[in-house]
């Protein structure tokens, strides 16, 4: 390699290697204001010191100028001769300087405006001379080390030494001020130096690993099909021997003359022989398929995880920006990072790191309050925002917690009943949890006015969309006044995905195995119907039983009287798909649709090869509990119709939460009652416009709280409608005797037919 090769090969690698070094450098000098600043000095002292050598062996003199400037504020900072505060906010804009002349070479090797102010403050702040750009080395020769390729064994070689190009006006100047460096320091900083650029690891362009991920995924399911293959040719190996056996059963029957008999028993043999050779080559065949399948899934699993980068990439960046946001708005945040060497496939890193920068800006814009406010609330002035990260299966769960003023649902419903996304009505119906997840909706925004941090009505919207369009979630729990948790989960790779292959007609579908919680068969006594929807039974709470062959347009449903049934979950939501049978749980290589027949298509995420030669076609979980949802909404009445309050009375916990929701989905606010006793002392000490109740409850049921509650004065006016599962004609005569207004079946129960009796009752 030529001199002016090799120096522009370790130009690159300077560029790259101090990208990362900054982020060191960066993190470090934020931990100056901690308790940890000693050893985060050192580290910054070691990170600007290798840099500064670095630049000075490839004749980039500004940035060894400005990283010698640097090293003198931290050590004025150390010695107490400069304040804290202003060593970091000066070392985090050197820093920044030295990040646009790493994109500059010509700046980076005669300084620029911005790097000579820069050095100017430095050397103003820590009380030294400003150092010459030239550095301390001689600008006749300038070292360059010949860097071994990674995993090369090279023979020990002196140093080469080759003339540089020709230095700038400023660099001729002999710097007299500064004292002449010894030998010492100048083997130090050399050894130093090339052990940073001897880095062994390489950078591999990540279209590269797209292409190997895609190959071992069909070369997974190539050994597959040889596996199919084999059994096939054991099968007919199976086959030719038993009819060779027949053949010899027969030959036995027969009368053959003696003449014959000798070769008959040579054919016997070369039979007995064959099928010893056949059976040998089926096993040895086999062990080599066997074998050659686990190589190429271990290939698979380190290509996968020569995919996956440390979060710590994305979150380096995070501290600072931080820091940034809450000194725009005179807050103090304490910023604390946990576990965040986890790796994520490299082609989500842009999403997630643009996901976590909307909540961060966030937590600290919405969530933390101001040390006044947080004093009288009795926190410590400064606020807490924390990322924890953990993997869940093959699944990776990223949380931001704070511990901030939380998120009041009364006034997200008045946000969004202003803004014209809700009608009071339908805001007023929304649970807790529905109230809180109104930040999601597009142009959704609390703040009145906007400012460079908020008020667009930007932000959780699109990080919901960006996470569910990698196949993950979002979910949100917060309480007022103790703060909130976001909870992103996401998959950990997009190449390889182990799912569950399930059968529609003849067709295959395969769903996330990480969105699977259950499988099962639907019985005819699990099922009931919540807010005129079909619902099931599972773990003891109703859900939405869906088919999904008609949801997505194709084949396959329920035929059967006992179904199969797949239990997906998407956040807090789940659902029970009903599908034609079950194949197979694998990991197969996720492959973009191709073509106009699949390409945009809803709910498909993608296509998986198999080793039949069938295609399966990978569902998006998110689409389709989105759909889900959708179906089982119940429909809202018009927003003039009247907001009643009613007391509902029922013993079943699963009941009284289903009811409930439907009432408060028609606009209604509702009190819940246990059993009828608890109802009767409620209607007497609060007043209530309709009274909803069961019948087979204990202490007191729905026929006697009926006829108590219509022979008491002041009660007799109120509505009753008795929700019972007896339809039998006698249960409603005596329902109708009891004195009930309105007598509906459980199992029959829809939300038109509630909302028509409601109406007409009152």
């Known amino acids: 390699m030529d001199t002016e090769s090799l120096k522009r090969s370790l130009l690159q690698k300077f560029q790259e290697v101090s990208a990362d070094r900054l982020q060191k450098i960066q993190l470090g000098v934020l931990d100056l204001e901690k308790p940890t600043a000693d050893q985060a000095a050192d580290e910054v002292a070691r990170e600007l010191h290798t840099m500064k050598g670095e630049a000075r062996m490839l004749g980039l003199a500004a940035i060894g100028q400005l990283a010698h400037a640097a090293e003198d504020v931290l050590r004025a900072e150390r010695d107490g001769r400069t304040a804290t505060e202003v060593a970091t906010d000066l070392l985090l804009r050197a820093c920044d300087i030295i990040s646009d002349l790493l994109e500059d070479t010509e700046g980076a090797q005669t300084g620029t405006p911005a790097s000579q102010e820069m050095v100017e403050a430095l050397a103003a702040a820590s009380g030294h001379a400003i150092p010459p750009i030239g550095g301390i080395k001689s600008p006749s020769q300038t070292a360059i080390p010949v860097v071994p390729a990674a995993n090369v064994i090279v023979e020990p070689a002196e140093p080469v030494f080759v003339p540089p190009p020709a230095p700038p006006p400023a660099a001729v100047a002999p710097p007299a001020p500064q004292p002449r460096a010894t030998k010492a320091e100048h083997a130090h900083e050399e050894t130093h130096t090339t052990k ?60 053959v003359p003696n003449v014959l008999r000798n070769d008959l028993e040579r054919i016997e043999g070369d039979l007995h022989m064959l099928r010893d050779d056949a059976f040998r080559f ?27 980068v440390p979060l710590s990439t994305v979150f380096d960046a995070f501290p600072r920006a931080v820091r940034d946001i809450a000194r725009a708005q005179s807050k103090e945040v304490d910023f604390i990072v946990e576990n965040a060497d986890l790796g994520v496939d490299r082609s989500m890193l842009a999403d997630v790191r643009d996901a976590l920068v909307h909540l961060l800006r966030n937590g600290v814009d919405h969530g933390i309050e101001s040390p006044d406010e947080r004093r009288m609330l009795g926190k410590p002035a400064a606020g807490r925002l ?70 667009r009505g930007v932000g959780m919207d699109v990080v919901k969309k960006k996470v569910e369009s990698l196949g993950g979630s979002v979910g949100i729990v917060s309480r007022l006044g103790r703060g909130s948790t976001i909870t992103l989960r996401l998959p950990q790779s997009l190449a390889l995905m182990k799912v569950l292959l399930v059968r529609l007609g003849d067709d295959v579908y395969g769903m996330p195995a990480a969105d699977v919680v259950a499988v099962m068969r639907v019985k005819p006594d699990d099922r009931m119907e919540v807010f005129g929807t079909l619902a099931v039974k599972h773990r003891g709470k109703p859900i939405a039983l ?27 939501d789940l659902a029970a798909l009903v599908v034609d049978g079950f194949v197979d749980e694998r990991e197969v290589a996720v492959k973009p649709c191709g073509g106009e027949f699949l390409k945009g298509a809803a709910f498909i995420a993608g296509t998986a090869a198999l080793e039949d030669g069938r295609i399966a076609v990978l569902l998006h979980v998110p689409d389709i509990m989105s759909e889900v949802r959708r179906m089982a909404r119940p429909v809202t009445q018009n927003q003039a119709t009247k907001r009643l309050r009613v007391l509902l009375v029922d013993d079943s916990p699963i009941a009284r939460a289903t009811e409930s929701a439907l009432v408060k989905a028609l606009g209604h606010t509702v009190d819940e009652a246990q059993d009828g006793e608890e109802g009767y002392l409620r209607a007497q000490s609060q007043q209530y416009d309709l009274i909803l109740t069961d019948v087979q409850m204990p202490r007191l049921d729905g026929f006697s709280l009926t006829r108590r509650l219509k022979t008491t004065v002041g009660l007799a006016r109120i509505p009753v409608i008795i929700l019972s599962s007896l339809a039998s004609p006698e249960d409603r005569r005596r329902g109708a005797e009891a004195g009930a207004d309105a007598y509906l079946v459980k199992g029959e129960l829809g939300v038109e037919s509630l909302a028509q009796t409601i109406d007409r009752l009152t």
């Open 196 to 255: 940073a650029l001897a880095d062994r690891s390489i950078r591999v362009n990540v279209e590269v690993l797209d292409s190997l991920g895609l190959l071992a995924g069909d070369l997974l399911v190539e050994s597959a099909r040889g596996r199919l293959r084999a059994s096939e040719i054991e099968a007919l190996l199976n086959r030719f021997s038993r009819l060779g056996d027949r053949f010899l059963k027969l030959a036995e029957k027969l009368d």
């Open 282 to 308: 089926v096993r040895n065949n086999g062990d080599g398929i066997e074998t050659l399948h686990g190589n190429l899934a271990m290939m698979a699993d380190h290509v996968a995880e020569a995919r996956l």
């Open 386 to 455: 924390r990322i924890r990260v953990r993997a869940d299966g093959d699944m990776l769960s990223i949380e931001l917690d704070d511990d901030g003023r939380g998120m009041d649902p009364q006034k997200l419903r008045a946000v969004a009943v202003r803004k014209g996304l809700l009608t009071e009505s339908q805001a007023a119906s929304l649970s807790e949890r529905e109230a809180i997840e109104l930040v999601f909706r597009a142009g959704f925004s609390t703040r009145e006015e906007i400012t460079d941090i908020s008020g």
């Open 546 to 572: 869906v088919g999904l062959g008609p949801l997505l347009g194709v084949n396959g449903g329920n035929r059967f009287d006992k179904p199969p049934a797949v239990v997906v979950r998407h956040g807090d």
